[in-house]
């Protein structure tokens, strides 16, 4: 019997987090599972520090705890059953597990190949694609402006995939951080209260936000984005507005927002992960994570910015609480396995 030990992080309750250890046996694999081995995890703060902190979970199939934390990994196949076609070992992958040193899966699972060098650098890919993901929901324009509420690692990440795409961009936060790096790919950082808004719309020639991307959950934040967006423009929401917050001062339906300005409310929803050949659906989480690491490829966007810092897998629960603290500027962080 060929066993390896897997070290597996979960919270049993708020706060309470462990390593649990599990054991794979490598000698009964089905014909198409693999066996893996995490090279790195990043850190998804919004959702990980959530879970940490003990906020309900949004999909109401989900148990509160025990449960498992993260979902941006890479790893490498260390077995493979005798029908895997897909990988060989040694082979290196992104894949959707959590912080855990080890797992078996199926070749059939979310599974996307990766090039065998700087294989860090496509830990944060998918952070880049939730970007990504809230313009497509958007319909994002040639020549639209785009304003993003909150600079934390979301908001970071849809404000690169902005200017990939060519959009004014403008980005909204109260945090002190350096803006050198946003100002040289021409993305203003502006203070986020409403006086930014006349900002904007003398940078834009008056035709203001087409696009607001809010990834805040304050119901301060959603009033901003109601005030911010145009008539007819559209707010897509990668944060969850009210989510654990009091009760707002204000109506968030306001008819002289929403009915006044015929603004469209989205939500960045579920994605098919793939199947569906592209002429059926453009864009899927595969193709959508494709297009991100050729970017990440031709130096396009460099993931290094959204990783604040690297560390063991054991300093998970202290870099949590450097989060909840709140006294750090922390984007996403990679773990080392």
Known sequence: MHEIEALVYELSAPRNLYLKKEIINTSSLQPNEIVAKTCYTAISPGTELGAYCG????????????????YCNVAQVVHKGSAVSKFKVGDYFLNFQSH?????CSENDFLLPL?????????????????????????????HNVCIIGLGTL???ASIMSRVAG??????TNQQIDRKTLASKNIEVLKKDIGSLEIINKKTHQTGSDIVINTSNSWEDWLLAMNAVNKGGTIVNLGFPGREQPTPNFNP??????????????????????????HEQRFNVERNLNYIIDLINSNSINPAE????EISYKELEAQYQKYESKKHN????LLTW
């Open 330 to 333: 922390l984007f996403s962080t």
């Open 155 to 157: 908001g970071y990440t």
């Open 253 to 278: 339906l306001d008819p002289k927002f929403l009915y006044m300005k015929n603004v469209t409310i989205k939500y960045l929803s579920a994605l098919n992960r793939s199947g569906l050949a592209a």
């Open 115 to 143: 090039p065998a060098d700087n294989i860090k650098n496509y830990t944060a890919a998918y952070l880049y694609h939730l970007g990504y993901h809230s313009l497509l929901t958007a319909n994002l324009q040639m020549g």
């Open 167 to 172: 959009a004014s961009t403008f980005v909204l």
């Open 306 to 309: 959204v990783l604040s810092s």
């Open 100 to 104: 855990r040193s080890h797992f078996k």
């Open 55 to 70: 906020m309900e979970p949004i999909r109401a199939d989900v148990s509160p705890y025990p449960r498992v934390v993260g």
